[in-house]
């Protein structure tokens, strides 16, 4: 679980870092850098994991942030912050949904309940804030990234994996509609 939080804080999470290099999704190149986004601290986690000998995955989502402030709403032109990446991880016969996304410094400035990872319950984005308001909500269940197995042990899938839509930082971007639908 210590590798869980050191990727959380150890980077600070910057929304308006986002990038469609393909370098900035290396694990190596992720952890040189002060601040980013989900998607690569996603990468890192999952490799760290895989680097110790527990299989993990990346998957996505689309997320609904309700505390999104008016700058970051205007920027990407809404509120739902389409393939929001996490890392899912192989643990005593069970996979579990990890999020290091929101460092807790950030989550302290902004009164966001702050995510921990016991190795016992998935640790996904709290649907409200510590005072009550909602905060993000998923809207659309992505699935589990399959291209990128892991070489050590391979758990059995206990799903299907759902991607239908490319995410936006590949060649064919997707721009996904209110509805959590993409266009």
Known sequence: MALFTAVRDRIRHDPYVVSVDP???????????????????????TATLRHAGIPARLAFADVRNHLSSE???EAM??????????????LD????????????GLCRRFGVKVLEFDGTADALL?????????HME???DRGASTTCRS???????PRSTRNP??????????????DGGTT
């Open 93 to 104: 016969g069970r996979w579990f949904k990890a999020s290091t996304a929101l460092n807790i």
């Open 126 to 134: 709290h649907p409200y804030d510590e005072a009550g308001q909602r």
């Open 23 to 45: 370098e900035v999704f290396r694990a190596s190149a992720v952890a040189r850098l002060e601040a980013n986004w989900c998607v690569p601290k996603a990468v890192l986690y």
């Open 71 to 73: 700058k970051l709403t």
């Open 151 to 157: 070489t050590r042990s391979s758990p059995p899938s």
């Open 77 to 90: 032109g809404t509120d739902l912050f389409a393939w929001h990446g996490f890392t899912e991880l192989y």
């Open 165 to 178: 839509c490319s995410p936006p930082w590949t060649s064919k971007p997707t721009r996904c509609s209110p």
């Open 138 to 140: 998923y809207v659309r």
